[in-house]
């Protein structure tokens, strides 16, 4: 099994507005900033203001160095002030870009299929269990598209859970399962994979959204939201004469 390389995943960390050589370089050495963590990058900006005046105290306690520090202290403030005024000019630049880089990510998600482990329905009867369906036999497909359709026409709710692999929400590209959970009746199965290929889910409603944080804006992280319809392509319903029932699982 593979996953393809990117940035689709639960949370992911929000990209800073690319900019060119020249800026970036100022970006990167005036402010510091590798990421959009401006409210950390203002408290260290608060902390330099302390040296101006710091320094002017010390050239009026110290004669001798009094010229020194006053030019020190000059220069000082200019550093600081300079490094303010970046640091607003990349906020704003950073806000006006982030609205592009979720609808970016959004459609990424949007459009992108991942791989589905398992897909379990509980019963109504016992809610302590839950029946495997196995996505890549036509039968099995076959018989939990009948179910659908019972289900549908009697307005009865099981709850089906599908696994799909992601990564995870670090920054290593590392695998792992997430879940995604709808009443049976909500699932929309596409039978166009032939048996034996693996089954793959996909959310055409899904987006990213920024994630929120206590007087923190613009936002370091966003998170996906697995909202609305659920497309699985699964395999193609077959003969089911004396097909085995699937599996059955606590859950």
Partial sequence: MSYEPGLL??????ALVPLRRLPHLLRRRATGLSGPEFARAQRVTVGWAVLPPAVTLLGVLVPDVRTAALGCAVLLGLLVLARAVLLVVFERLQHRYEPRWLAERTAALRGHEFPVLR?????????????VYDLTSGDQVGRLLDRRARERASGTHARATLEFVCATSGHEQVLAVAE????????????????????RVRFPR???LPLPEAGRRPARRAYWELAGPVLVSAAGAGDREGASGPPVSAR
């Fill in 9 to 14: 995943r639960p949370e992911v960390p929000v």
């Fill in 119 to 131: 897909c379990s329905v509980r019963y109504d009867a016992t809610p302590g269990l839950s029946r």
């Fill in 180 to 199: 995604v959970r709808r009443e049976l009746a909500e699932l929309e199965l596409l039978t166009v994979r032939p048996d034996g290929a693996q089954a």
């Fill in 206 to 208: 899904a987006r990213y």
